[in-house]
């Protein structure tokens, strides 16, 4: 409680003042780096949107704050042996918000709507495989799939499987109205300003939560949401961009979080263009790129050089050997592929100020090989609507696109298969590259068709070298989350996929 707080409920005692209402304990404001798309994270690409709605749609199964899946919804469960049936047993005594119970049939009507590709929800990919959701009692549920894959358990975890109350998908706009069984409840979303969540008092934990409302502002511009931070009209920034993290940890009121991410960087190279088909050119792009500087020059420092595509926090990972910088190598790989004078592009981007410094430093970058690069940064709706809406392989007009991408399953699988499998192609899912690699496809699907830990190890590590081997992008850095949060408060931070987490909010008084 801050020390107004504290001073005027003082004076309301000793004064023998009633209190109609309750004092609120704590108010929690956050500023967010993006405008909020949807409330339904079953439709939604955006962490932003995963991350307002934590509080309030919460999942079967979700990690700690290093990845690891713990409990939520779910108390346990397992997979058989052929990776094709997998069994949750569910929390009892949980309510919805709505006041509808929580039960196998709640959290089927949620599985059902995953995978029915027919909704064209933007995570229908992930439970394509589904076939029946079954529930053998009112606190099991089981998943049977049409094909083994090995990572469902992981997939479940997925910040977008959330389990919405079965009574509001019948009956309300879910991308505007969500219910959930989280520790917060949704109160109103006036697009462009702010979210508001108010502390659900019958939460299932009895212990949380510890704050009495949640609002959410979308502060696109960076060094507004520090101010705003330093002046305490939020405690809370996510997505700190590093060059401001030294105004934070200069300010005795503030903090500075920092954690390894798993979020790999990258600017994609469209492989249907003639002049990237050439494996030469590829990997002339990779070496002629400084990515120690990149790191330096986009997030001061605080980031490593990708050594394979999938960063070293993603479960299967298998370093691969940096590409390193060498000018001299890549001049004469171009020259080989007979692009000695080199040629033009267009790369696509962010138009906000990280976005734009990695857009130029690329283009200078490749001039070093004597590549004309046009720069394009765009709105960040925008390119999605390029990427993921109306663009057609065949005539996409791009010849690379910068674009970063976090596994939000932990696993290795939800990166190497969206990004680099051939089904991946935007705008289906991610693949930019329009890569397609029968070895690396083969490998993806031989780490699926078992539940055997070494086995999707051995398939992953094949992928990842070939991968690595065609360079299909420019891999450029694995950047650490930061966050600003105000000291005293607890239980807010940033994971490493990009998401952040508030329900155990509390200030320490």
Do not use: C
């Not at 949807?38 to 934590?54: E, F, G, I, L, T």
């Not at 009112?138 to 479940?156: C, S, W």
């Not at 991946?424 to 031989?446: C, H, L, R």
């Amino acid at each position: 409680m801050t020390f107004l707080k504290r001073a005027a409920l003082s004076a309301m005692l000793m004064a023998g003042t009633a209190l109609a209402t309750p004092v609120l304990a704590e108010d929690l404001k956050i500023a967010m780096d993006q405008i909020f798309q949807k409330m339904d994270p079953h439709n939604s690409n955006y962490n932003v949107d995963y991350s307002v709605a934590s509080g309030v749609l919460e999942r079967l199964i979700t990690f700690d704050a290093n990845m690891k899946l713990v409990p939520q919804l779910a108390t346990e469960w397992e997979g058989s042996d052929d990776a094709k049936t997998f069994t949750f047993k569910l929390r009892e005594g949980v309510t919805f918000h709505d006041g509808t119970p929580f039960d196998a049939a709640a959290v089927k009507a949620n599985f059902d709507r995953l995978a029915d590709q027919s909704q064209n929800l933007a995570k229908n990919s992930l439970f394509k495989v589904v076939d029946t959701v079954e529930t053998p009692d009112d606190y099991t549920v089981v998943l049977n799939l049409k094909e083994p894959f090995g990572a469902m358990i992981n997939t479940v975890a997925h910040p977008s499987v959330v389990i919405h109350s079965p009574k509001a998908l019948e009956e309300l706009d879910v991308q505007k109205n969500p219910v959930g069984t989280g520790p917060f409840i949704f109160k109103e979303w006036i697009p462009g300003e702010r979210v508001v969540l108010e502390k659900n008092d019958d939460y299932w934990d009895s212990e949380w939560p510890k704050v009495d409302t949640v609002t959410f502002y979308p502060v696109t511009e960076s060094a507004t949401r520090v101010s705003m931070l330093l002046s305490d009209e939020v405690q809370f920034v996510h997505v700190l961009p590093a060059e401001l993290s030294e105004r934070v940890e200069n300010d005795d009121s503030a903090e500075v979080l920092e954690v390894p991410g798993i979020t790999v960087w990258t600017a994609s190279l469209n492989m249907l263009k003639d002049k990237f088909k050439d494996q030469r050119v590829r990997r002339a792009f990779n070496l002629a790129v400084d990515q120690e500087a990149f790191i330096d020059v986009v997030y001061s420092g605080h980031g490593v050089v990708p050594d394979s595509p999938i960063a070293p926090d993603t479960r299967f990972y298998e370093s691969q050997g940096a590409f390193g910088t060498d000018l001299e190598e890549a001049r004469a790989l171009m020259k080989e592929a007979g692009h000695e004078d080199g040629f033009d592009v267009e790369i696509w981007g962010i138009n906000n100020s990280t976005g734009v410094r990695m857009l130029q430093f690329l283009q200078q970058q490749l001039s070093q090989i004597n590549v004309r690069a046009k720069i394009v940064p765009m709105e960040g709706a925008t390119r999605s609507e390029k990427l993921f809406s109306s663009v057609d392989p065949e005539t996409a007009e791009f010849d690379m696109v910068m674009g970063g991408w976090s596994p939000s399953t932990g696993d290795a699988d939800w990166h190497l298969r969206p990004v680099y499998a051939t089904e991946g192609w935007v705008p289906k899912i991610y693949n930019m590259a329009f890569y397609s690699n029968e070895t690396v496809d083969q490998a993806i699907a031989d780490a699926l068709n078992t539940g055997d830990a070494d086995a999707r190890a051995e398939a992953y590590a094949t992928a990842q070298k070939q991968i690595w081997e065609d360079a299909p992008a420019v891999w450029l850095a694995i950047e650490n989350k930061m966050a600003g949060r105000k000291k005293g408060l607890s239980g807010v931070f940033q994971m490493p996929d990009g998401t952040m987490q508030y329900a155990k909010a509390e200030y320490q008084n």
